[in-house]
């Protein structure tokens, strides 16, 4: 299996950018996809970006196309989503997330329900 830890979270004003860092550990980094989440209270974790094992396909949810970046280091073990242009209703716990592949692929998960294992998420909270 394997570990996943966030960091970079914090406050920001509306317009401004925040990097989250997501380290991984254990089992080889390359069998896995990677994703991140956000949830806010009383709502379910919607997905944000992922990124395939290579980091050739990478996927967005509709309300980050264009401001958000995913990107991965297989050499560092690590997942990073800068975050440009943020706007209040980004604030939320943000999540790193790991699914296993089960054969060598191009595929991102989308769905949080694909991801076996989480960190223990990073408060990003935008104010206006």
């Known amino acids: 299996q394997v570990q996943v830890v966030e960091s970079g979270g914090g406050l920001v004003q509306a317009g401004g950018s925040l990097r989250l860092s997501c380290a991984a550990s254990?089992?080889?980094?390359?069998?896995?996809?990677m994703g991140w989440f956000r949830q806010t209270p009383g709502t379910e974790r919607e997905v944000v970006a992922g990124?395939?094992?290579?980091?050739?396909?990478?996927t967005y949810g509709d309300s980050v196309k264009g401001r958000f970046t995913i990107s991965r280091d297989n050499v560092k073990n690590m997942v990073y989503l800068q975050m440009n242009s943020l706007k209040p209703e980004d604030t939320a716990v943000y999540y790193c997330g790991a699914h296993e592949l089960v054969q060598v692929s191009d595929y991102v998960a989308i769905y949080a329900y694909e991801y076996q294992y989480w960190g223990q998420g990073t408060q990003v909270t935008v104010s206006s």
């Open positions: 254990g089992r080889a980094f390359t069998t896995y996809v």
């Open positions: 990124i395939s094992w290579s980091g050739i396909s990478t």
